[in-house]
């Protein structure tokens, strides 16, 4: 089955702690995104992927980071400058910029 | 600035009734819409998608929209609403880089 998917489903930070979430898709889509979602916020672009080796910052880009190393991976690091982490974090695909856009299943980060 | 709207933040329908969930955009051309809908602690899912051509369009589920550009919306409806249509509903425009979403509404059905 063609998808998307997100690990862990999951995922606790301890203070000062980096940690990565991971976003992988086998829909052979060009463009791969972050998204992160607070109640009652909708969902803010975090940063987007339009093609490998290439990424762009979205509206809430500080204190994260990805990289787009293979097609089919897009990996997303929380890192310690981000000081309001918790929230839940979507990763969607798209064949391209204007197509539509596939969502995996989130995963929750949470600080100890 | 391109930007999604859904005034209403909070629904309730009877199960049986029918469902208008709004959506007002701003852009200056044609711009492509969506209807995603999220059940508690899930992914998006597409409703419906209008990029051109006819102004009304059918998703999954039951559910359609009509485009209507004098009036800036791209409002969801469903004739006859389910207890399992409860959620969170969100649409979302073309912002040129990604999609721009509003800040959803969620539909709670009452018996």
């Known amino acids: 089955d063609g998808g998307i998917t997100q690990s862990p489903k999951y995922l606790f930070r301890k203070e000062g702690q980096n940690v990565t979430l991971s976003c992988e898709q086998n829909l052979n889509h060009d463009a791969m995104y972050w998204y992160r979602q607070d109640p009652g916020q909708g969902l803010r672009l975090i940063y987007y992927?339009?093609?490998?080796?290439?990424?762009q910052k979205g509206d809430i880009a500080e204190g994260y980071s990805v990289s787009r190393e293979k097609k089919e991976s897009f990996p997303l690091t929380v890192t310690s400058a981000q000081k309001n982490p918790t929230a839940f974090y979507l990763c969607?695909?798209?064949?391209?910029?204007?197509?539509?856009?596939?969502f995996g299943p989130g995963t929750r980060l949470l600080v100890l | 600035a391109q930007s999604v709207t859904q005034p209403d933040i909070h629904i309730t329908v009877s199960e049986g009734a029918s469902l208008e969930l709004r959506c007002n955009y701003s852009y200056g051309a044609t711009p492509y819409l969506f209807w995603y809908v999220q059940s508690p602690g899930q992914g998006l899912q597409l409703l419906l998608k209008y990029f051109s051509g006819d102004t009304l369009v059918q998703g999954i589920k039951g559910f359609e929209a009509e485009f209507k550009r004098s009036q800036s919306s791209f409002n969801l409806r469903k004739p006859s609403v389910h207890w399992s249509d409860a959620a969170e509903y969100f649409c979302?425009?073309?912002?040129?880089?990604?999609?721009?979403f509003g800040k959803g509404t969620t539909l709670s059905v009452s018996s």
């Open positions: 979302a425009g073309d912002g040129g880089t990604a999609l721009i």
């Open positions: 992927s339009q093609i490998v080796n290439d990424f």
């Open positions: 969607a695909s798209s064949a391209s910029r204007q197509e539509t856009q596939y």
